[in-house]
Each structure stands twice: as structure tokens, then as C-alpha cells.
């Protein structure tokens, strides 16, 4: 099984290798992933047909069009963001109040938090983006920082209801009643929370391994 199986096992370190090693950006690691995988699943297992490549365009054209929906409708609500200098009062506001680095993350994870038992993670990522990035570079905030705290909270998104992805996926797979599966994933979500609080808390949770690349300076 193992001997069959090694040519899935190079798709990891090849994907993870060349973003890590600068040879190709996230987006090109993602279509390299891909070509890589159609090629083994055709050619090492023989076991991807036609048929089988239309479908999956179909379902990714679908995807696509509904993703370029959402980009349309967030680029027009970053543009009216701009023109009312949003950005700009939300520092002042944090300014008068005292509100900190500290207190501004804690706010918008609470926000994210909130937003996440009611929204698909895409559409958090295209609503609070053009809101919130201009704040945190002015207050000097590590985007990289950021984006690996919203990166957490957004897979607590997942499994919290009533609309978290992963729950249905759950269910469709196991057909457990949903009140069984939302009561099962209580404990992983205490536990991403505690993981949120200490990259919160201690920054070079998250940074260390961007530092190693100059990312995270």
C-alpha cells in the first residue's frame, strides 16, 4: 500500500517546498498542486477519465462565478469604505476611547468571532478586509500577525453554528443528527479559542516562521 500510495505522498512536499522555497507564490502553489494531482491521478493510477475532468470544471466554473459575485460586491463596499474614510474614523474613534493594538484585535476577533456563526469564511475575508487592514497598518499592527489570527478564528467559523460548513459536511458524511455533532465539536472549539488567546497573547507564536523567510520583520 505504501509503494502504491508515494505518488500522493510527493504532492506535499512539492506544494509546501516551492512556496517555501520562493519558486512559486500560494495562487501558482495551487494550480501546481493541481496539474500535479490530475497528472498522478491519470497517468501513476489511471483512475482519472474525461468525464471525470469535465465535472470537476463544471464545479469549479460554478464555484468561480459565485467567488467572482462576492469580489464585485466587496470591491464596490471597499469603495464606499474609502469615500466615507471609514478607516481613518475607526482610528480616531480607538484614539478617543484609548483603545490600543491590544484592544482593537480583541475587538475585531470578537466581531470575526460573532460574524463566523452566520457568514461563509470568504465573505468575512471580503467585508472586514477594506475595514480593517487600513487600521491595523495605522496602528502598526503586523499584518502578518493578523492575518494568522483571522486565519484561526476563520476555522472556528467552520464548526460553529447554525451555519458552519464542516457541520453539514459531518452530517452528510455520517448522517448524525445535527444537535449530536454540534455538541461534539464544543470541545474543539474551546480549544481553537485557548490557541487564538496565546497566538494573541505572544505574537512570535505566529511570526517565528515568517521571520525565517523576512516576512515577518
Do not use: C
Not at 522555497?21 to 490530475?38: H, N, P
Not at 498522478?40 to 470537476?56: C, E, K, P, Q, S
Request: hydrophobic share 65%; net charge neutral.
Amino acid at each position: 500500500h505504501f509503494r502504491s500510495s508515494i505518488w500522493a505522498l510527493m504532492l506535499p512536499p512539492l506544494v509546501l517546498g516551492g512556496m517555501y522555497a520562493g519558486v512559486f507564490t500560494a495562487t501558482e502553489a495551487a494550480a501546481v498542486g493541481a496539474i500535479a494531482a490530475a497528472l498522478i491521478a491519470r497517468f501513476a493510477y489511471n483512475r482519472l477519465a474525461i468525464a471525470d475532468l469535465l465535472a470537476a470544471a463544471r464545479e469549479a466554473a460554478r464555484t468561480t462565478g459565485m467567488l467572482f459575485m462576492i469580489l464585485a460586491a466587496a470591491a464596490m463596499f471597499g469603495h464606499v469604505v474609502t469615500v466615507l474614510r471609514l478607516p481613518s474614523e475607526l482610528v480616531q474613534l480607538a484614539a478617543t476611547y484609548g483603545v490600543g493594538p491590544y484592544g482593537f484585535l480583541i475587538a475585531v476577533m470578537a466581531l470575526i468571532f460573532v460574524l463566523g456563526m452566520f457568514l461563509e469564511t470568504i465573505s468575512i475575508i471580503l467585508i472586514t478586509t477594506p475595514i480593517v487592514l487600513p487600521v491595523i497598518l495605522l496602528l502598526e499592527i503586523n499584518p502578518i500577525w493578523y492575518g494568522i489570527l483571522l486565519t484561526i478564528n476563520l476555522e472556528l467559523a467552520l464548526i460553529t453554528p447554525p451555519v458552519g460548513m464542516n457541520l453539514f459536511v459531518i452530517k452528510g458524511i455520517t448522517g448524525a443528527p445535527l444537535s449530536r455533532i454540534i455538541a461534539g465539536v464544543f470541545p474543539y472549539v474551546v480549544i481553537i479559542l485557548a490557541g487564538l488567546a496565546l497566538v494573541l497573547a505572544f505574537p512570535q507564536l505566529a511570526l517565528f516562521l515568517p521571520s525565517t523567510m523576512a516576512l515577518g520583520r
